[in-house]
């Protein structure tokens, strides 16, 4: 499990990080939907494990490749999104105007790309078929991840 500095994080960009998952417990206005395609079970969880993460993120802690996922994820659309983000309030509710938010974000999407990447597809942006809802469905026994 990486930490910021294995992966060449400077402490701008780690910061950037903490505010796009702290923005999820204030402007930005999650679904169940949104949070499950960023990695995370629920709404609950986004708000529960994404403070952890962002703990991790500010004790300069190790984090699995899927919470530098989740991580990204949630600043890329806290910042970008206003329907669901904070979008035009982001520089307000951060104190970080855009075009220094763009330069960092870029950065740290070049640094975790090869850390997140495999993910795709793989536990992130798709949805986890749940042992309850196969068992409903009438099937057998959830299917492995491919992880």
């Keep these: 499990m990486p930490t910021a500095e294995q992966l060449a994080l400077n402490d701008e960009e780690s910061r950037l990080l903490q505010l796009g998952l702290t ?4 402007p930005a206005r999650c679904t169940e ?5 960023m990695g995370f ?3 609950q969880d986004l708000s529960h494990r994404g403070m ?7 004790g300069r802690e190790s984090l699995d490749p899927m919470d530098w996922a989740r991580a990204l994820l ?3 659309l806290a910042f970008a999104s206003d329907v669901v983000g904070s979008g035009y309030e982001w520089s307000t509710s951060t104190g970080w105007p855009d075009d220094i938010t763009v ?5 740290v999407q070049l640094k975790l790309i090869r850390t997140v ?3 795709i597809g793989r536990g992130l942006g798709t949805r986890q078929v749940r042992h309850a809802e196969v068992l409903r469905a009438g099937g057998g026994p959830p299917p ?3 992880w």
């Design 52 to 58: 952890s993460i962002r703990g991790a993120l500010a």
């Design 117 to 119: 990447g495999p993910l």
């Design 144 to 146: 492995s991840p491919a």
């Design 103 to 107: 330069r960092v974000l870029r950065s």
């Design 33 to 37: 939907e949104f949070a499950v395609a």
């Design 23 to 26: 923005e999820w417990c204030g």
């Design 74 to 76: 949630a600043t890329e």
């Design 41 to 43: 079970d629920s709404v």
